[in-house]
């Protein structure tokens, strides 16, 4: 290594002379002690963070110097800004994509003994809590928008219902008017050749007296059978008017059915909704999968959910992250809870689920972060296997059966063993419960 390379001149903050070495094509990502075992292979950006040179930082970065570059001993650049205390360097070096979660050798990440109030909080919570916000207020405004076209909606469904009912009202009246129109006008031709036929029968009989009695007689027969027709026509008008009367209640109240029907599918399309809003950020998949297991303990808050597509919504989830072992175990814990309060299972699913939950029970074996191995969750893995057991028309594959019982063995071992600490997931379910 020569002695004016820029690695060289950035360990010993020459800033000008390592900028004028990189303008002449020199590497930036050269590493000091490429040729001796005592040097940590650190490059020029190690250097320029660890001194907290902003400026040295910007400049190595947009000559494509790599942000995560790990000399020997495993640190990066973002390990020495975070120990110098070098808050500006490091939000640059994060934002520029350097890695939050990469360890060194000795598997220590760059905040892990950083101070709170200088480093942590404004290097990862502050931008964080800006998007919460935001995602917080378009969901707000969201929700608004949908209040405002359901109350428009609902109003226009009231319009439409009222001028259904005035047409309804202006067709049977015309109607009627037509019919009496039609009945007046056949009365008065029926009128009109009685009075023909009476004008000539006066002619022809107006010698004969005792022939006119006897008409008058069979006249006044003739009016009294009238009489009695009217009489039941109007009966029976009667009665028609009580059976309209009667459709026109019934039909109110199948129009109250169907608005109750409508409301309730819109409240089931926004709750949908709202469930399939944050599936891009796997932090707030963790947060909502909580929520799942407080409310799946209720069982009709579990059949409504289940009728908002929870069961295709969560193995979905359960399938994008694999390695998330928090985002798994409270999966399970939602299917166990679905058949404990149910008491069934969508065939659909089943095996999907039975499939899902072998992968995680089997990842969750020898994992040392969570413990597993609690009672309540012994007896929720095993009221599943014999719920699958018992299932006859689903043809489950007797592999991921043996897989699961497998598991609940080697959990059940575990749990045998003295002072068994308590994992994150077990207090939150102990409290819950």
């Not at 935001?134 to 226009?156: D, F, G, I, M, Y």
């Amino acid at each position: 290594m020569e002695a004016d390379s820029v690695v060289v001149c950035c360990k010993r903050e020459r800033w000008e002379v390592a900028k004028g070495l990189i303008g002449c094509g020199a590497d930036v990502n050269e590493a000091l002690g490429v040729c001796t075992l005592t040097n940590n292979m650190h490059t020029a950006l190690h250097f320029a963070a660890m001194h907290g040179n902003m400026d040295m930082c910007k400049y190595l970065i947009t000559r494509k110097a790599k942000v995560n570059a790990a000399g020997k001993d495993g640190i990066t650049p973002l390990h020495l800004a975070v120990a110098g205390k070098h808050r500006m360097a490091t939000l640059y070096l994060i934002n520029s994509g350097a890695n939050i979660q990469l360890q060194d050798k000795k598997e220590r990440e760059p905040f892990l003994h950083a101070p709170w109030h200088e480093m942590m909080f404004p290097c990862l919570l502050t931008p964080l809590h800006t998007t919460i916000s935001s995602c917080v207020e378009r969901v707000n405004k969201l929700q608004h928008s949908n209040l405002a076209a359901s109350n428009e909606l609902n109003h226009k469904q009231a319009a439409v219902k009222a001028k259904s009912r005035e047409l309804f009202n202006f067709r049977t009246h015309f109607y009627d008017n037509q019919k009496h129109r039609q009945l007046s006008i056949e009365n008065c031709r029926a009128l009109k050749d009685e009075i023909c036929r009476t004008k000539a029968d006066i002619q022809r009989t107006c010698d004969t007296i005792s022939t006119l009695e006897r008409e008058s007689v069979q006249f006044a027969a003739l009016i009294v059978e009238t009489e009695d027709a009217i009489v039941q026509q109007t009966n029976e008008y009667k009665s028609l008017v009580q059976q309209r009367i009667q459709a026109k209640e019934t039909t109110d109240e199948v129009q109250q059915a169907i608005v109750a029907v409508e409301i309730q599918i819109q409240e089931k399309y926004e709750t949908l909704k709202v469930i399939s809003m944050f599936n891009e950020r796997e932090h707030f998949q963790e947060v909502s999968c909580k929520a799942l297991v407080k409310l799946t303990a209720n069982p009709e808050n579990t059949r409504k959910l289940l009728l908002n597509g929870l069961i295709p919504n969560l193995l979905s989830m359960l399938s994008r992250y694999p390695k998330n072992y928090h985002i798994q175990v409270m999966g399970c814990t939602i299917f166990f809870h679905i058949i404990e309060t149910t008491g069934s299972f969508p065939p659909l699913y089943l095996e999907r689920a039975v499939q899902i939950i072998a992968t995680a029970l089997v990842a969750l074996r020898y994992n040392t972060t969570l413990d597993y191995s609690r009672k309540l969750n012994l007896v929720a893995s095993q009221n599943f296997l014999d719920y699958c057991r018992a299932q006859q028309e689903t043809t489950l594959e007797p592999r991921l059966l043996r897989s699961i019982k497998e598991s609940i063995h080697i959990f059940e071992k575990k749990s045998q063993l003295p002072n068994a600490p308590l994992s994150q997931y077990d207090t939150f379910t102990a409290n819950r419960d």
